[in-house]
């Protein structure tokens, strides 16, 4: 079984930057597509970046493009997103995922392989 566990949420003012880490363990991600989806309160989880298992192509949802750089060391066993810019908008809970599929990742799929428990962002205007 894996487990993937998020890091570095916390309270940050509009304009702000932060950067989220995944640390991957019980078993080998490097064959696995990763990302981060998010939650905001009173909304549904939407897709924010993906990468491939090498971490040569990413994706980003156009709400985060240019602001946010998904990244991966796989020899590490972690997944980050280095986010810039940060507006009142991004506030939400941020979860670290898994799937074989890119695909699954950015349709935020029901049968998405593996969640973190997530951690939360908030950025105060």
């Known amino acids: 079984q894996g487990q993937l566990v998020e890091s570095g949420g916390g309270l940050v003012q509009a304009g702000g930057s932060l950067m989220l880490s995944c640390a991957a363990s019980?078993?080998?991600?490097?064959?696995?597509?990763m990302g981060w989806i998010r939650q905001a309160p009173g909304k549904e989880r939407e897709f924010v970046a993906g990468?491939?298992?090498?971490?040569?192509?990413?994706l980003y949802a156009d709400s985060v493009k240019g602001r946010c750089t998904i990244s991966r060391d796989n020899d590490k066993s972690t997944l980050y997103l280095q986010m810039n810019s940060l507006k009142p908008e991004d506030t939400a809970v941020y979860y670290c995922?898994?799937?074989?599929?890119?695909?699954?990742?950015?349709?935020?799929?029901?049968?998405?392989?593996?969640w973190g428990k997530g951690t939360l962002v908030t950025v105060s205007s």
């Open positions: 995922v898994a799937d074989l599929k890119l695909h699954s990742i950015v349709t935020v799929s029901t049968t998405m392989g593996y």
């Open positions: 019980g078993r080998s991600f490097s064959s696995y597509a």
């Open positions: 990468t491939i298992k090498s971490g040569s192509s990413t």
